[in-house]
């Protein structure tokens, strides 16, 4: 069964972007059926991935309570990207705001009401991109999600404050009617490994936070990553041999056995309550 994760980080300009867009891709390279969500009205995911698309059905019709309601399907775009699609976002998402406050909390939830089922049966992964901030849209993100990533930019003390404010939010969401929700893991991006710098602050985040906290993955600073989104493209179609890509493969692997190790803990500890039962009732 699928599982959907929000990329977070209110502070801006992190790489919650790049890292929805090519881990979607990294994904789906893999065989993964992959939906992209883009959150943001800032739309670099949508013209990331569907850069020629006329955009009927969005995120702004998809949330606006005014709207009559159409089958999901309608809202879901092929990318130019084998087994990944995405329901894109419009630059007037940002004007609803106003009107989804007005209708809290059905407004908060409505995101979850109408992708959990459909994409828990469809998708292997579904990844939401967000906007730099923890408003409406992130919280309606939020309660829509079972996994939350919050990539941090190294050397930007604002993008680990970034951190801690999310786990913070997280722990709200799950206290206010999304119970499941979990931090998954933080991931550095824009490592430099040959600068003293970069070392450091690696060295510091591993000191702060536990092993199952933090991808082992890091993605390197790579100038290819700005090249292939002003190509509106991912680093895989743009250059596939460059270190951003080889850091993307990688990432994508480690998210695919931490999910298997979660699913091989979860039949364990359902088979030993078996066997638990079992024992009690002769
Ligand atoms: N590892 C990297 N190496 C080089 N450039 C990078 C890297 N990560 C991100 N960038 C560049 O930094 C800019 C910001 O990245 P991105 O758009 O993914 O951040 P964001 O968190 O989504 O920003 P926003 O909060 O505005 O949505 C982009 O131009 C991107 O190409
Ligand atoms: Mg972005």
Redesign the pocket.
């Given at each position: 069964m699928g599982v959907i994760i929000s990329?977070v980080?209110n502070?801006?300009?992190?790489?919650?972007?790049?890292?929805?867009?090519n881990l979607a891709d990294a994904l789906g390279r893999k065989g993964k059926r992959v939906l992209v969500v883009d959150m943001?009205s800032?739309c670099?995911s949508t013209s990331l991935l569907i850069p020629k698309g006329t955009i009927r059905n969005s995120i702004y019709e998809l949330l606006d309570p005014d709207e009559a309601e159409e089958p999901l399907s309608n809202y879901i775009y092929p990318t130019q990207y084998g087994n990944v699609s995405c329901i894109p976002n419009v630059p007037e998402t940002a004007s609803l705001e106003p009107k989804l406050i007005l209708k809290a909390p059905d407004s908060f939830l409505h995101l979850r009401k109408r992708i959990r089922e459909y994409t828990e049966q469809r998708y292997d992964f579904t990844i939401i991109?967000?906007?730099?901030n923890m408003g409406t849209f992130v919280i309606c993100s939020m309660y829509a999600s079972d996994f939350v990533i919050v990539?941090i930019?190294a050397g930007s003390a604002f993008s680990v404050e970034g951190l801690l404010k999310a786990v913070q939010v997280i722990n709200d969401i799950r206290n206010g009617g999304n119970p499941d929700l979990k931090f998954l893991r933080l991931l550095i991006?824009?490592?430099d490994k040959r600068t003293i710098i970069s070392r450091t602050i690696v060295d510091q985040i591993w000191t702060a936070f536990r092993d199952n906290q933090i991808f082992k993955t890091t993605?390197?600073?790579?100038?290819?990553?700005?090249r292939?989104?002003?190509d509106s493209q991912t680093i895989f179609q743009y250059e596939p041999t460059s270190t951003?890509a080889r850091?993307f493969r990688d990432l994508a692997k480690e998210l695919i056995d931490i999910f298997a190790n979660l699913q091989n803990n979860r039949s364990t500890s359902r088979r030993r309550n078996n066997e638990e039962k079992a024992k009690y009732a002769s």
């Open positions: 990329v980080n502070k801006g300009g992190v790489g919650k972007t790049i890292v929805t867009c943001d800032q670099n991109d967000n906007p730099p990539p930019k991006n824009h490592i993605i390197p600073v790579n100038t290819a990553f700005e292939a989104e002003s951003g850091a």
